[in-house]
């Protein structure tokens, strides 16, 4: 009789499965372990209807916390199942239904009561009396363990972030320890940290005289924007205080890393899902600094440092700088309305280059992306400028000639800049022992762990050690420091 009835379920079961899916066969094998706790039931017949009415609701209970509900009668368990569901449904609850927290569900005694008692339980932890050894308020955290884990672990580039089985994650929970908290740091700038700051302030310092020299020259607007990473934590902001208002800054981040020869970068309105997007998508101008640029074509200055890998004696810029130079020209051919000859000579890139990448897909979405916002118009003249200039430099992957920024004009210009200088010996002697590129990657250097655990309010990480943010901070408060002395050594 048991087997008949065990039968009769995997039938139903298998039936269910299969229902909507590709047509492809299911085997009694799969869904004996899909549906393991239904065959453990006292009455597996039973099990199977509330286990599709689970499923029908949409509850989304795993296999592991299910089996006390498929204990219950029927109509016991749809009513319970149905205000489960409208209770999951209110604004604040963010549960997830564990094997403790089902037990408790699905025990003797009123429904009603028993989420008025994980009601109080959340206000409970909301306010500060979290008591991890009451195994029912513990679990009511498990929703925001699992979600802080995904968002801090998660390293997959689809979602679900992180595939760690149930089992596997809800074990790490109950694990977790009680924390103290503090909320205090002490942390100095010391060691070779100061002396390779004077490097880097050195670099900010030459950039700020470019900087401040083009703004003598000429009467049109300068945009400086500061590359995310290296352009804006080691030259720009630093540089913040001593530019005041003579300049338009602007943080965007084109990253040099899963870069190629004809990458092109799209504005940030590009209407892709952030699920395609990361750290490592090309992501340069939004649409309304786009039109800022169309209206009244504001000099642009680009900063961003470059590795020492491949340096061989030429000035280098980075890849990121090589992007933004494939970017301008899309710009620039739609200001040109096609017409390649009307900005090919003052791009800094080859022609047989800017032919390519005219056929390149990335420049193609972003020259109709553009063609949205820009009209026609005169073009971006494309400069190249950094400490020490040579006869020819290396663009990202391109080999160009050095085509340096004109000062004392109006026309237009688009600069890409990398302060570093990689020639230790041209450096004043004090400074000939320190290292370019130094600060890249900061949190080489410090950076705080984020400890799981318990606290007063329930599932509650904690900081520990020194922040790679106050690092920099730190470092640009010194860098600013130095480059002031520099300015006022000079007058």
């Not at 890393?257 to 504005?267: E, G, N």
């Not at 301008?328 to 990448?357: K, M, T, W």
Request: net charge negative.
């Amino acid at each position: 009789m048991a087997d008949r009835t065990t039968t009769e379920a995997a039938k139903r079961l298998m039936e269910h499965v299969s229902r909507g899916a590709d047509g492809s066969a299911v085997s009694e094998a799969a869904v004996y372990d899909k549906y393991a706790p239904v065959f453990a039931a006292p009455d597996v017949l039973n099990a199977v209807d509330v286990a599709l009415e689970m499923e029908s609701l949409k509850l989304s209970i795993d296999a592991e916390a299910m089996g006390p509900f498929l204990n219950l009668s029927g109509g016991e368990a749809s009513y319970r199942l149905k205000r489960l569901k409208e209770w999951l449904g209110g604004a604040y609850v963010e549960v997830i239904i564990t094997p403790v927290l089902a037990e408790f569900l699905a025990g003797p005694g009123g429904f009603e009561e028993k989420l008025a008692e994980l009601d109080r339980l959340i206000e409970e932890t909301r306010n500060g009396r979290f008591r991890s050894d009451n195994p029912v308020q513990r679990d009511l955290e498990y929703w925001k363990f699992s979600h802080e884990y995904s968002r801090v672990y998660g390293v997959n580039r689809r979602l679900p972030y992180v595939n760690e089985p149930f089992q596997v994650l809800y074990r790490k929970f109950v694990e977790m320890p009680e924390l103290r908290h503090e909320h205090e740091e002490t942390w100095r700038l010391d060691g070779r940290h100061l002396h390779e700051v004077k490097r880097a302030a050195y670099e900010a310092f030459l950039f700020l005289r470019f900087l401040l020299r083009f703004r003598d020259g000429t009467s049109r607007p300068i945009v400086v924007v500061g590359n995310n990473r290296y352009g804006r934590q080691w030259v720009v902001e630093p540089l913040e205080n001593l530019l005041g208002d003579s300049f338009t800054l602007r943080y965007d981040g084109v990253p040099s890393h899963t870069s190629m020869r004809l990458t092109v970068a799209w504005a940030r309105n590009v209407e892709w899902s952030a699920d395609n997007t990361g750290p490592w998508t090309p992501d340069a101008f939004p649409m309304e600094f786009v039109r800022e640029m169309d209206r009244g074509m504001p000099h642009v200055v680009v900063a961003d440092g470059k590795s020492t890998h491949g340096y061989d004696g030429n000035m280098m810029q980075s890849r990121a700088a090589k992007i933004y130079a494939n970017w301008v020209a899309a710009f620039n051919d739609v200001r040109a309305q096609g017409r390649r000859s009307d900005y090919e000579r003052e791009s800094c890139l080859p022609a047989g280059h800017l032919r390519e990448i005219a056929h390149w897909y990335e420049f193609v979405r972003l020259r109709r992306q553009l063609a949205e916002w820009v009209a026609p118009g005169a073009t971006y003249r494309v400069g190249l400028w950094a400490p020490h200039p040579t006869e020819t430099a290396q663009l990202g992957e391109i080999r160009v000639p050095y085509t340096p920024p004109v000062l004392d004009t109006d026309r237009p210009q688009f600069v890409l800049a990398n302060p570093i200088v990689y020639d230790s010996a041209s450096l004043p002697e004090p400074l000939r022992d320190t290292t370019p590129y130094y600060f890249d990657g900061p949190e080489r250097y410090v950076q705080e762990e984020i400890v799981f655990g318990f606290g007063p309010y329930g599932f509650q990480p904690a900081i520990k050690g020194a922040m790679t943010a106050t690092f920099v901070a730190a470092v640009q408060r010194a860098i600013e420091a130095e480059v002031v002395r520099l300015m006022r050594s000079e007058t």
